[in-house]
């Protein structure tokens, strides 16, 4: 049987914006809207928080995750790698048999349609995937500076954006989840490894809260989507 734990990060020290994980956004805590769109996926065996905030692991407690322990301090700096606490997490807070694959779902990605996690993991398991990313398709046309700005197109030749075929067109990762093979993970120490393949999502799910004003824009999201989000805001 293919077991899948939802492994989410929360730690507990933040500049851009204080005890981000716990700030109230459209009716509840921040985390508790990836707590529980993991939860309401269907495929997911245990929702598992890594945190070093015991504040952070009370509230992810009381939405129904797990955490067995606290991160140690060395996981959770601003400079901490996120593939680190993952490793220590598949290693000391899953069960004793290890999942067949992870779904790291990212707290400041609040934004999630009913059916995308569910979808995405069909995708990763019918295509035989070793990891997966939520994409989203860059409808711009994309320049880079190498040192003299240079097109990723051809301006000569310049199609209507509807027009690009699907090979050539580019997708930019959202950091809404990921889902990958335990066993690739713990081979490469890279969630991103093997085939790798990609579920795009909505315009609504790319809405990251890095910074304050990003609230307000998740909250319009939100509210946006009432009907058909994977889980409902707390009724004030």
Not at 68 to 83: G, H, I, K, N, Y
Not at 84 to 97: F, G, P, V
Request: charged content about 25%; aromatic content about 8%.
């Amino acid at each position: 049987m293919m077991t899948c734990d939802a492994i989410v990060l929360a730690r507990g020290g933040s500049k851009g914006i204080p005890r981000k994980n716990l700030v109230p956004v459209f009716g509840k805590p921040l985390i508790a809207w990836t707590i529980e769109a993991a939860q309401a996926a269907g495929f997911v065996r245990d929702v598992i928080v890594s945190t070093d905030s015991e504040e952070i692991a009370e509230t992810a407690r009381a939405f129904g995750a797990k955490v067995p322990v606290l991160r140690p301090e060395e996981f959770a700096t601003d400079t901490s790698p996120a593939e680190a606490s993952l490793h220590h997490a598949i290693a000391h807070m899953c069960r004793d048999e290890k999942p067949h694959s992870v779904l790291f779902p990212q707290v400041t990605s609040p934004v999630r349609r009913k059916d995308t996690l569910a979808d995405a993991f069909r995708h990763f398991t019918d295509g035989g995937y070793d990891s997966l990313f939520s994409a989203r398709l860059i409808r711009n046309y994309i320049w880079r500076n190498m040192p003299e700005p240079q097109p990723l197109y051809d301006p000569h030749n310049r199609l209507m954006r509807q027009q690009i075929p699907p090979q050539d067109r580019y997708y930019r990762e959202t950091g809404n989840f990921y889902l990958f093979r335990t066993e690739s993970f713990e081979q490469t120490g890279c969630r991103l490894t093997g085939r790798i393949g990609f579920w795009e999502t909505s315009d609504e799910e790319v809405v990251e809260i890095d910074e304050p004003q990003d609230i307000a824009v998740a909250e319009l999201m939100l509210e946006r989507l009432e009907r058909n989000l994977a889980v409902h805001p707390i009724q004030m």
